[in-house]
């Protein structure tokens, strides 16, 4: 129903910005569901899937994770139907897989989200 690709991802030193796109397309179904969020979350190896950041569909309302405030911005493009994450002054504790993920609920709690992308790997360096 919903489908997912994310892009940007890569390898960067510590200090330096890396930017994550999400590309959402609904396939057409009788009984598809809506969402009402799109977000980012992340999973280092031996660690839960936690959420970094969300925005509302209609590109205003957002919600980030303590550990990236100040320093990620999501954004959306509604026209397009996408989602951003713009990622500065990465550090070291940043390096995880992040994915790209569609859900009803205004949380960051991983369990609570409904579809999710394959995920793109950001590593960072010190």
């Known amino acids: 129903q919903v489908q997912l690709v994310e892009s940007g991802g890569g390898s960067v030193q510590a200090g330096g910005s890396l930017r994550l796109s999400c590309a959402a397309t609904?396939?057409?179904?009788?009984?598809?569901?809506?969402?009402?969020?799109m977000g980012w979350f992340r999973q280092a190896p031996g660690k839960e899937r936690e959420g970094v950041a969300i925005?509302?569909?209609?590109?205003?309302?957002?919600l980030y994770a303590d550990s990236v405030k100040g320093r990620f911005t999501i954004s959306r493009d509604t026209a397009k139907n996408t989602v951003s994450l713009q990622m500065n002054s990465l550090t070291p504790e940043d390096t995880a897989m992040y994915y790209c993920?569609?859900?009803?609920?205004?949380?960051?709690?991983?369990?609570?989200?409904?579809?999710w992308g394959q995920g793109t790997q950001v590593t960072v360096s010190s």
């Open positions: 993920a569609a859900g009803t609920y205004y949380n960051l709690s991983a369990r609570l989200w409904e579809y």
């Open positions: 609904i396939s057409p179904h009788p009984y598809g569901r809506n969402y009402n969020y």
């Open positions: 925005i509302h569909t209609g590109g205003t309302v957002t």
